[in-house]
């Protein structure tokens, strides 16, 4: 089955609210209104291009080129560990570009800033063994880079991709199409001989952290999701601007739909880093919500959250937290962290 058609067709139960619709109340065709589709559903036509590998200190590198629509295209990185002697888990990495996620220039392959090492995911990942696709996200990968350039500043870009995207294809959302690149990603990472197709995860951070969501949720190859602060009750996240969701989160409420459905009914075993715009006031009553949800179902457990209370970006703690529980998950070794303490080492001295 087409990755597209498999998203649409995955969800089959109601919402979880009390005073709300029950199970089997249609709700399967709600949020496939919800995300929308394009006109024409495709999925990747042909192989992805290789466009270069190199190495760098702590990774071996494909940068791949990957068809997205009829005429747009994503940037995947792989990252894969020096020494790799076995297959071994694989973990989707969608944010802006892959640069801030595998922690390096593309361009110069020089290191980036030591000020943002804890959002270098990738990074992080692929030093603790695992085969990362660092992929970019919409609306980079949507509009050309002269559009980028012409485009005002602040939210410009944003704006005029989905724009764009509306142009397109009226009925399918930014979300939609988030959703979709980032499966894409997934199968290019499921394809890799050097991964285990059996364990394959997903994370992200604000806007990946949407992306990861969505993807993990939505896609039954994923074993576990880690979303970093990304706003998982409605009003803690701009959900409603044109880039997700547009005129159609107002309707979406109306008829009952909220995230932790995907959560309860969908979702794989799932690691919330809370800290700005989600936190365990928002999001408490949601995820107990969803726990008791799964209970009934005969999914119980599998659902954490770990509040820093410090702001958007992960810390150390909450980082180290995500990754001894992922590797459990993964079925991975547990994580050595000499390597995080000395980014943590690093970005304490570039902040004096």
């Known amino acids: 089955m087409p990755r597209l058609a498999l998203i649409f067709c995955l969800i089959a139960v109601g919402v979880s609210a009390a005073d709300g619709p029950k199970l089997g109340d249609g709700s399967q065709q709600k949020w496939r209104q919800a995300l929308g589709s394009p006109r024409s559903p495709f999925g990747q036509v042909g192989p992805a291009e290789l466009v270069e590998s190199f190495d760098t200190p702590d990774f071996r590198a494909q940068l791949f080129r990957q068809r997205t629509g009829p005429e747009t295209w994503q940037r995947i990185l792989l990252l894969k560990p020096l020494r790799l002697e076995a297959r071994t888990g694989g973990v989707v990495v969608p944010f802006y570009d892959p640069d801030r996620m595998c922690g390096y220039d593309l361009r110069t392959k020089q290191r980036l800033g030591p000020e943002r090492n804890t959002a270098f995911f990738g990074l992080h990942l692929v030093r603790q063994g695992y085969v990362v696709a660092a992929v970019e996200a919409y609306p ?9 350039k012409a485009s005002k500043g602040g939210m410009g870009v944003w704006r005029d991709a989905a724009a764009k995207l509306a142009r397109q294809e009226p009925g399918w959302t930014g979300m939609g199409k988030l959703t979709h690149d980032t499966l894409l990603a997934a199968d290019l990472l499921a394809a890799d001989a050097q991964v ?61 739909l909220s995230q932790e459905q995907l959560l309860a009914f969908y979702a794989p075993p799932f690691f919330l880093i ?19 949800t799964r209970e009934l179902t005969g999914r119980a457990g599998g659902i954490e959250m770990f509040d820093h209370h410090s702001g958007h970006q992960p810390t150390w703690p909450s980082l180290k937290a995500a990754y001894v529980w992922l590797a459990r998950r993964m079925d991975m070794p547990a994580p050595d962290f000499a390597y995080l303490d000395q980014l943590a080492r690093e970005q304490a001295k570039s902040a004096k």
């Open 140 to 148: 980079f990968n949507l509009l050309t880079p002269e559009e980028q």
């Open 196 to 256: 285990d197709s059996a364990r394959l995860a997903v994370m992200g951070h604000s806007l990946g952290g949407k992306m990861a969501f969505y993807a993990g949720c939505l896609d039954p190859r994923f074993k576990a999701i880690v979303a970093s602060d990304f706003g998982l009750a409605w009003d803690s996240s701009n959900w409603g601007d044109a880039w997700y969701f547009g005129d159609k989160l107002k309707a979406m409420r109306a008829d009952w």
């Open 274 to 292: 809370a800290g700005q715009y989600d936190s365990e006031a928002t999001c408490g009553p949601l995820l107990d919500a969803a726990r008791k």
